[in-house]
């Protein structure tokens, strides 16, 4: 964010919320990875004679005391979920709020049906923004010589004591969160290195050993590189003749999912149709989460999940499937589960891609289509390579076997489970379930 006093003169700031923060474990490594980027930035705005100033408190109190010190406007890149949405509108009560739309290609009102309503199909929302699309969309900010605020660290040490230890210290231990060792790799090699993957992604992008995928999904979440940086390298790939349209059919789905939630904000906890019968059985919900149903693919991702904060997205996807259709739990308590795991959590995507999966989204998968894991395994993880990194007891076992269920039922495995259930039982027992929830 950036507030401005007078033309020109701008203090660029940046809010750990208490609010946000509050809810999280102490070890979160979202948290670490954000401290992290925020101290990079803020070396970086020194080489164009800014610097940022951090705090650590709720987002009101913070914009109260600068509005007290004569600021009178912010800039911010804003998000369309619904927190981020009444936090911005309580701040523009105080101070005057400039919404720039920069995390996505286009803004929210930009692809529209003929009528001003929105797609809620993706094929034509795609098509639309292809139309739409035009080279100020991947247009690059210039740098303009800025004055920084005349401001002094410590005159705000001593008037705004909320904020006094992370000045001082820059420590993750000052707002209450550990440090990790993780290195991230920087978004702008793993941008580099799509010159490598582009031409087979679509091809190899579901296989699970192929690291076909750009990774930048964390870095795109939380602004660590621009859409429009994204954009200008996809433009450069395809004029030197890689095939690009792939890869950026999946960042217009993010666009896409965006746009809905946008729309139609009580996405974020409803369904928009409501045919996906469940129930809640607490015990299969307790063995989903700590990566034991015996059911090896599952168990695999979500230990991916719990030890790096990442999931591939096919295993995302059958994960998904298995959760609300073999064990009929609630999209939401899935939904709630990625977002307290996943580094690359966005409201928008892993909401509607929950809603997807379950069936009852916009533009969904049918319900009758149930994912079969031990075919989905065999097919993206042929040799059981993923599975055997995150699950040790299987390190051992022959594929054939790790993608066979009658195997896993039958013989006992030290140090794993057997399935929590039967495929076929539990399919059709969620399609009987759910044709009678539709027809009633
Ligand atoms: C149940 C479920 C939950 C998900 N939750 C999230 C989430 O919280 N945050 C998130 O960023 N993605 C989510 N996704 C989408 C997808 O799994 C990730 O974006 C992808 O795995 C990130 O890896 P990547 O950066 O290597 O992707 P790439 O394949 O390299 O794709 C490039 C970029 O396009 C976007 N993208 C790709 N696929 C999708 C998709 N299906 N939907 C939306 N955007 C996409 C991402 O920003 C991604 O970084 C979810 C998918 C499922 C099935």
Redesign the pocket.
Known sequence: MLLSIKAKEVLPIFIFDKTILDELNCDDKRVDYIFKKVLELKKELKKYDLDLAIFYAEVIDVFTFLKQKGFSCVYASVDYDNYARNRDNEIGKLVEFNALFDCYIYEPKEILKKDGSCYVVFAPFFKEAKQQYTKEHALKYEIEKNILSDFDYFDYINEFKENSFIQKSLDIKSIGFVSNSIKYEPAIKKLKSLKT?IQT?EEK?DYLNED??????????FGAISIRRVLRELISLKKQGFQTEA?FR??V??D??ASLLYHFPKLHTQDFRSYAPYMYNKEYYERFITANTGVPIVDAGVTQLLTTG????RV??I??SFFCKHLMLPWQK??AF??KY?M???????I???Q??SSTGIDAQPYFRVFNPYLQAKKFDKDALYIKKYLKPLKGLEAKKIHDEEFLFSNSIKGYTKPIVKHKQAREYFLEEAKSFINN
């Open positions: 993957k992604y992008r076909a995928t750009s990774n930048l999904s964390l870095d795109l979440r890869f999946q960042l789905f993010r896409f999912y990442y999931m591939h997205n995302r996807m994960v998904a899935g939904e990625f977002a996943l690359d959590y966005d409201a928008a995507s892993n509607l891609s929950w997807w999966s």
